[in-house]
């Protein structure tokens, strides 16, 4: 298999930590991919031009990283990271917790990226901003009830969290205590997640 992705992805990162935690990484070849280039052909295996994209053994490409993760949580027996049950859904609305607190952070570093000073819009990037405050205030409040679980939504949090600290310098932290020691303890359990940091 191929995933196409970039180092600082925080969506690659999750599949990739996904990966090693279910034993698939040696099946997994990674090969870059440039969302800014026309040429690259990530496009023609997404038409949306987002990373990541798993193209399967048998040329099927996958996109985008919960539909991966739940395809890696698949081949790998089912039910390891995706749990059947009622459980289930509290797995999934973690991961969509964490992947839209991604997005909002995302499109804050995207409005310096893409726009010069001057045409930069402050309410936009504050109304993101917002999203991620809401969003740890919430995971702050309910972090003992995440415990020790390995699963997509933990794996999809680790990575939301690892994504502030790089993008924006680790502010998040003096504000959630709670959320540093799980993260904390996520690292330390899940080797995954040292060797998947973006440098």
């Known amino acids: 298999m191929i995933l196409r992705t970039s180092p600082a992805s925080p969506f690659g990162r999750k599949v990739k930590i996904a990966a090693a935690v279910l034993g698939l990484s040696e099946r997994i070849e990674i090969v870059p991919a440039d969302t800014s280039d026309p040429s690259d052909d990530l496009r023609v295996q997404n038409p949306l031009g987002k990373l990541p994209v798993l193209v399967t053994d048998d040329g099927t490409a996958l996109y985008d990283s919960p539909v991966i993760v739940e395809y890696l949580d698949?081949?790998?027996g089912g039910g390891r990271l995706i749990p059947a049950g009622a459980g289930r859904f509290d797995v999934l609305t973690l991961q969509a917790l964490a992947d839209g607190l991604i997005d909002a952070?995302?499109?804050?570093v995207y409005e310096v990226?893409?726009?010069p000073e001057e045409r930069r819009e402050?309410?936009?990037?504050?109304y993101q901003a917002q999203k991620v405050t809401r969003a740890l205030d919430r995971l702050e409040s309910?972090?003992?009830?995440?415990?020790d679980a390995l699963d997509a939504g933990t794996i999809a949090l680790a990575c939301a969290l690892g994504y502030l600290d790089f993008r924006f310098e680790g502010r998040w932290r003096a504000s959630y205590p709670a959320l540093v020691?799980?993260?904390d303890g996520f690292a330390a359990r899940v080797p995954a997640f040292e060797k998947t940091r973006p440098s």
């Open 181 to 183: 020691a799980w993260l």
């Open 74 to 76: 698949h081949l790998a």
């Open 142 to 147: 309910r972090a003992g009830a995440i415990g």
């Open 122 to 126: 402050p309410t936009w990037v504050d």
């Open 105 to 108: 952070a995302i499109m804050q």
């Open 113 to 115: 990226r893409f726009r």
